[in-house]
């Protein structure tokens, strides 16, 4: 069974540009996580989404969005990047909502903000 | 505010050496303490637990919880380089609002010199 995916791996973006992420869960998850993950900060809850409707979301403003398709693939935007944004951000899918079991990570986006 | 709280931050041992992380949580909701292992790329599961007191085992690594002391413990037992790596203990909630359903510590940094 194939993993989480993430596309892209790396990315350069430039200040006050905006950045679309994609992941791909594990065939026949239906739960979506996304998170940030700074050597300071750790990893960080973004957004949960759960049969396209978003269950959760972090303390992050409002230029951080997501959104579920029907076939359960996830999408992150970032709009107006600031330095601050760089990070790995993962995302990681589970059959279930919520902390019902355990969740599998993607290999994670590099997103690099000059 | 729900935490949770590795320790140590990092720890240095030797090649055949065995070593115990600590992972401590105060959160409501409590459902399930996950255990995960990242190297230079996304985390990895090891281990899932939900009961008190039942060791979970896997090769050379095990863990138990302790849900009345709220917290629960890795061992590794003579340790290869190869397990040189950030341990992350996450715990899983039922509902955890804007800190997501799964909340992460900081993370054990181990180092295994041969």
């Known amino acids: 069974k194939a993993g989480v995916t993430q596309t892209p791996r790396y990315l350069i973006k430039t200040r006050g540009q905006q950045v679309t992420l994609s992941c791909s869960p594990i065939?026949?998850?239906?739960?979506v996580s996304w998170y940030q993950q700074t050597p300071g900060q750790g990893l960080q809850f973004l957004f949960e989404?759960?049969?396209?409707?978003?269950?959760n979301k972090g303390n992050f403003p409002g230029r951080f969005s997501g959104r579920q398709f029907s076939n359960s693939r996830s999408e992150m935007n970032v709009s107006t990047l600031e330095l601050g944004d760089s990070a790995l951000y993962l995302c990681?899918?589970?059959?279930?909502?919520?902390?019902?079991?355990?969740?599998?990570f993607g290999p994670g986006t590099r997103l690099t903000v000059l | 505010e729900d935490k949770v709280v590795q320790s140590p931050l990092s720890l240095v041992v030797h090649e055949g050496d065995t070593v115990t992380l600590n992972c401590s949580y105060e959160?409501?909701?409590?459902?399930?303490l996950l255990w995960y292992k990242q190297e230079k790329k996304a985390p990895t599961f090891l281990f899932m637990l939900?009961?008190?007191?039942i060791e979970k085992k896997s090769g050379r690594l095990s863990s138990i919880l302790d849900k009345k002391e709220l917290f629960s413990i890795l061992n590794i037992t003579a340790t290869q380089t190869g397990d040189s790596a950030v341990y992350l203990c996450a715990v899983g909630m039922n509902y955890g609002g804007s800190q997501g359903n799964l909340i992460f510590g900081k993370g054990t940094k181990l180092s295994v010199k041969p």
């Open positions: 989404y759960f049969s396209e409707t978003q269950r």
């Open positions: 959160v409501t909701n409590f459902r399930s």
């Open positions: 990681a899918s589970s059959l279930s909502a919520g902390g019902l079991g355990e969740q599998f």
């Open positions: 939900t009961s008190s007191g």
């Open positions: 065939s026949g998850h239906r739960s």
